[in-house]
């Protein structure tokens, strides 16, 4: 099977960006060159790790950085996202790690010889575990650490960036890491959620007064992750539940970036659930940005519940990917649609989209035709919601290779490259293969 765009799309325009993406702790390994980060930490506790992994050695992208570049630029693609490990580059004393520095500077310097834009993102997760161990993004005073890694990076890497994303997802950092505690650091409690949210906040405001000044050139801004929310019914309960769903996991983390200001669900939390807001703090996050990133993988329903503001209906009978989650691409473009219509965007990136599959190699190939059949819908989806007018410049396919899946370990697959973790022998599947010929049709 093929992708393949109606005509004169303006997604088949060299205008529009295409790459591929990746985020360090997922694909690195080389831990003993740098200081450990929270999620060295969390693989190590029981029951954190769906396989009992962990990131020591990954994709040992760390070494095989060389080859990494020749097959990303085997795919053909304009743009490769990839993220910077904060404990590989600086010391816990604030100063550079020189040899962490020179990993990325080599990297991004043979990006650039073959023409492939580096969009680089400062945060995918990795906090280094001396922060944790004062408190994390519950600390206030991680927020301004960031910002000295911010000028750290900025400034050792000069014109090499395309593109600076402060945060990945800060959903996830905040909700997965400090809420319900299924990722690093684990933490458990309604009391953290948000206070970690808006110190990753306030961090990332902070981080972009940097970037505007050390790094005025390069495109500067953040992704964030959306799960658009759907009712089980329209009953009126079902729907204010569905409302408070969307404005605790999705809008929580959009709105105070435009419009300064948390959704006004905040006003139904316990005082003790609220974040830390000190004055001036809004004005700081809702800082002008060059770019939006959008990450997309599935919508979610909700109904009402008896004790809980909403609760999540499971999927039942609707095709699904080897994460379990729902396939349903017309949420994409819904998605797409509503946040232009409720805000005033810059141009948008998408900067995740794709799917784990129960892949298989034989004969040294992998005919993941599911997955190929998910970035047609998706691709399609996207080009939907540009036709009714909402600005996006590009599309990264997540990911490039299969990778460490937090949580999951190693268990689930969302490359367009397939990693055999013994050999570390890197095979294109076949989405990978029709992602390269799609690209190879622009004019
Ligand atoms: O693998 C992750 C990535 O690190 C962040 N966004 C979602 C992906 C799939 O779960």
């Not at 295409?18 to 702790?25: D, H, Q, R």
């Not at 076949?430 to 992602?435: L, N, P, T």
């Amino acid at each position: 099977m093929k992708i393949s765009l109606p005509q004169r799309s303006k997604m088949l325009s060299k205008n529009f960006l295409y790459g591929v993406a990746t985020a360090s702790f997922q694909i690195e390994g080389g831990i003993n060159s740098r200081l450990p980060c929270i999620w060295d930490t969390f693989c190590q506790k029981e029951g954190t790790i769906s396989d009992k992994s962990d990131g020591s050695i990954a994709c040992d992208h760390y070494n095989l950085w060389q080859q990494d570049i020749e097959l990303i630029d085997k795919l053909g693609v304009d743009a490769y996202r990839l993220s910077i490990s904060w404990p590989r580059v600086m010391n816990q004393d604030g100063s550079a790690n020189q040899q962490g520095l020179d990993f990325y500077i080599k990297l991004l310097d043979g990006l650039n010889a073959k023409g492939i834009k580096p969009f680089v993102t400062l945060y995918h997760w990795d906090l280094p575990q001396y922060l944790e161990d004062t408190g994390g993004w519950l600390n206030r005073e991680t927020a301004y650490k960031f910002a000295e890694y911010a000028k750290l990076v900025t400034t050792a890497l000069g014109n090499r960036v395309h593109s600076y994303a402060t945060f990945n997802e800060p959903f996830c950092s905040a909700y997965l890491g400090y809420e319900v505690g299924v990722h690093a650091p684990g933490k458990v409690g309604k009391e953290y959620g948000r206070k970690a949210a808006h110190h990753i906040l306030l961090a990332h405001g902070l981080a972009m007064d940097v970037l505007n000044k050390y790094s005025p050139d390069s495109m500067n801004g953040i992704v964030l992750n959306f799960t658009p929310a759907y009712p089980a019914t329209d009953s009126p309960e079902d729907l204010a539940a569905t409302k408070f769903a969307d404005d605790y996991n999705n809008q929580w983390y959009i709105k105070p970036l435009f419009d300064g200001r948390y959704p006004d669900t905040i006003d139904l939390l316990d005082d003790a659930h609220k974040p830390d807001i000190v004055d001036g703090d809004m004005d700081i996050i809702c800082k002008k940005m060059d770019f939006l990133g959008v990450n997309f993988y599935t919508r979610e329903v909700f109904k009402a519940d008896a004790v809980e503001p909403f609760m999540v209906i499971p999927p039942e009978n609707v095709p699904l990917t080897d994460m379990g989650w729902e396939i349903y691409p017309q949420a994409f473009t819904e998605l797409l649609t509503s946040l232009n219509e409720k805000y005033q965007l810059p141009p948008i990136y998408i900067t995740e989209n794709g799917c784990a599959m129960p892949d298989t190699i034989e004969n040294e190939q992998v005919d993941d035709q599911n997955r190929i059949a998910y970035y047609q819908q998706h691709l399609n989806a996207l080009h939907d919601a540009i036709e009714q007018g909402v600005n996006v410049k590009g599309y990264f396919a997540w990911s490039l290779m299969d990778n460490f899946e937090w949580a999951l370990g190693y268990s689930k697959r969302f490359g367009i490259v397939y990693v055999d973790y013994e050999t570390q022998q890197r095979t294109v599947k076949a989405s990978g293969q029709a992602y390269s010929d799609l690209l190879a049709q622009r004019s």
